[in-house]
Nanobody, 121 residues
Framework: QVQLVESGGGLVQPGGSLRLSCTAS????????MGWYRQAPGKERELVAT???????NYLDSVKGRFTISRDNAKNTVYLQMNSLKPEDTAVYYC???????????????WGQGTQVTVSS
């Protein structure tokens, strides 16, 4: 069993900041990429940021310079620091991890339950 648990969402005013966290736990041999998606009402889910096990990161163009993804490999945890938040950042944010459970398993993506981020005055 593998679980990803997110925290840190909430309500913030435009221009404010939030920090999301997501920790993978359970029967885990190794974690490769981790990252964040988001889905706003009536819109498709979009990839916000990814962080490889090394230092490589990627960002959605609209969040570059405002969001920073980081991870703690020892804790199987990924973070998303969100600054200068805008109303259009309002969405449910989902973390994911590319995880293999054992030497006989295959890699697959596991997902968190989602955390709501609302940017509003």
């Amino acid at each position: 069993q593998v679980q990803l648990v997110e925290s840190g969402g909430g309500l913030v005013q435009p221009g404010g900041s939030l920090r999301l966290s997501c920790t993978a736990s359970g029967s885990i041999l190794s974690v490769n990429d981790m990252g964040w998606y988001r889905q706003a009402p009536g819109k498709e889910r979009e990839l916000v940021a990814t962080a490889a096990r090394g230092s490589r990161t990627n960002y959605l163009d609209s969040v570059k310079g405002r969001f920073t993804i980081s991870r703690d490999n020892a804790k199987n945890t990924v973070y998303l620091q969100m600054n200068s938040l805008k109303p259009e950042d309002t969405a449910v944010y989902y973390c994911y991890g590319s995880i293999v459970r054992s030497v006989t398993s295959t890699w697959r993506d596991y997902w968190g339950q989602g955390t709501q981020v609302t940017v509003s005055s």
